[in-house]
């Protein structure tokens, strides 16, 4: 029962094709090797910045940083093109190792966007020191190398994206209830829409699946 519901939330958002994903256990992940990648870089930069700069005033990074920072997301896009164009067959340690590279960005421009802080005048930047980059790329390449090896538990690692997917699209459903006076009653809300969310995906994309 817990498998199928990681393949129903997984499904949302991955195609969920058996070859392109990794195994643990014996079994198959729910979501493929790239989305695996996306969530890792997610979860290695929001646990970082969770316990490092929760307490402080930050803004998104400066122009500098956020043009270097689009750099990572490149190798995704050339490598998901040109596999879906046939230019060349890709791998999953390649889909893993891009999949990384995408998402550790994408934190650095929302986390910042949670913080009722973030306008003020002695706000910060996210990005102050290399540690700030240098460290969820260590962290994410430790999580990496555990899931590509497949040691783990599946229900461990699955459980382990699934609930990162969860978050990640929690924390980009708070904003809908930003105006929500109590902060518990704010993120139950954002969960049960997250939820909501990716519930309706799934069945979307299990509904087009059965007319094509």
């Known amino acids: 029962m817990v498998q199928e519901l990681f393949h129903f939330l997984g499904r949302a958002i991955c195609h969920q094709l058996e070859e392109r994903s990794l195994h ?5 992940l729910s979501v493929c090797a790239r ?14 910045l969770h316990f490092t700069k929760r307490k402080k005033s930050l803004t998104i990074p400066s122009v500098k940083t956020s043009l270097f920072l689009l750099l990572f997301l490149v ?48 706000s910060e930047p996210v990005i102050m020191k290399s540690k700030d980059l240098v460290s ?33 699209f929690s924390l980009c459903a708070s904003f809908l209830f930003s105006r929500t006076g109590s902060k518990y009653l704010r993120w139950f809300l954002s969960v049960f829409a997250s939820l909501t969310f990716l519930s309706i995906l799934s069945i979307l994309h299990s509904w087009i699946l059965t007319i094509t």
């Open 136 to 168: 969820p790329i260590v962290i994410s390449s430790i999580l990496g190398m555990g899931f590509f090896g497949g040691v783990l538990p599946y229900y461990l690692l699955d459980g382990f994206i699934i609930v990162t997917v969860v978050i990640w």
């Open 75 to 122: 190798p995704l896009m050339i490598d998901g093109l040109g596999s879906y164009l046939q230019l060349f067959e890709s791998s999953n340690i390649r889909r893993l190792l891009t999949g990384i590279s995408f998402g550790l960005v994408l934190p650095y421009f929302l986390y910042p966007l949670l913080s009722t802080k973030c306008l003020e005048a002695t």
């Open 24 to 28: 643990a256990s014996g079994e198959t």
């Open 35 to 48: 989305d695996t990648g996306i969530y890792i870089g997610i979860f290695s930069s929001l646990i970082y």
